[in-house]
């Protein structure tokens, strides 16, 4: 079952948010995907509610998590929400080709202006999500008033400074943190796994907990090198490529130095480290 809700403030909002440094193209909603796929394991280990539980997904996107979330889950009843029109009809679509039973409510709007009542979820969950806002601690403030006493909430963030690679490479360092410079010249924060307890304790929440989740990949582990360091690391740097440009932050020559460098990684004999974060708070 599905259903879809507004609200006034996300008609007026616009269908691509332009703060959101990855872009909306159907390359980015595949990387999204395989990124998920990949990673379901690592990242969704240890996170399941009980049927019938109220949950909140926060920033859905394209619904690349949230069918993970709601395998771990059945019988939840979700609410998925998230800024952009265009991506909720993605979610929606794979969703409905991935868990068609599942009971979901989607929902178009900013969540710093969700319309719900103080207390409406036991359970919030986003991931991938705070990165992308210029004040973190206010996404998080306006997820607790809807967050139940006694309720918990779970986030997932990347940090890009956490990227290890052999063969070692400054150039493909430099490119790199051009998608980290990108991406806080828009608000964000790409190193910003590394403070999410500082950012829930900021927020009120009690008993947090973060833990790293680590992604390994060489030779061994032929899957992850393909589906994390490939298609969904490389990827993610090259796609900024004429932003980077635009924003004059390097030359053509230099960036597809750095890319070509990066992707050695992922060639026989490379080796690619990465950690997410992920961290469980309770609302007191």
Do not use: N
């Amino acid at each position: 079952m599905t259903t879809e809700t507004s609200t006034p403030a996300a008609a007026a909002a616009p269908e691509h948010p332009s703060d959101y440094v990855h872009g909306y193209s159907r390359t980015e909603a595949r990387r999204l995907g395989d990124q998920a796929d990949t990673l379901a394991e690592l990242l969704h280990a240890g996170t399941a509610y009980p049927a019938g539980s109220r949950v909140l997904e926060a920033g859905c996107g394209v619904g690349a998590q949230t069918v993970h979330l709601l395998a771990a889950s059945p019988g939840v009843r979700l609410t998925a929400a998230d800024l952009s029109a265009d991506s909720l009809a993605l979610a929606r679509a794979r969703v409905a080709a991935q868990a068609p039973a599942a009971d979901v409510v989607w929902h178009h709007g900013d969540l710093h202006r969700l319309p719900f009542p103080d207390g409406s979820f036991d359970h919030v969950f986003l991931c991938f999500v705070l990165e992308h806002l210029p004040d973190p601690t206010a996404g998080l403030a306006a997820l607790h008033r809807v967050l139940r006493p006694g309720g918990t909430i779970t986030v997932i963030e990347g940090d890009h400074g956490s990227a290890l690679f052999h063969p070692e490479s400054p150039a493909a360092r430099r490119t790199v943190d051009h998608l980290v410079r990108l991406q806080a010249r828009a608000g964000g924060d790409g190193l910003l796994g590394r403070r999410l307890h500082p950012l829930l304790t900021a927020a009120s929440f009690a008993r947090v907990s973060v833990r790293p989740r680590t992604v390994y990949a060489d030779d061994s582990r032929p899957a992850l090198v393909e589906g994390f360091t490939r298609r969904t690391f490389v990827a993610m740097v090259e796609a900024v490529r004429a932003e980077a440009l635009a924003a004059g932050l390097t030359t053509p020559e230099d960036f597809d130095r750095g890319v070509t460098e990066l992707r050695r990684a992922a060639e026989p004999g490379g080796t690619f480290h990465y950690a997410f974060f992920k961290a469980v708070a309770v609302r007191p």
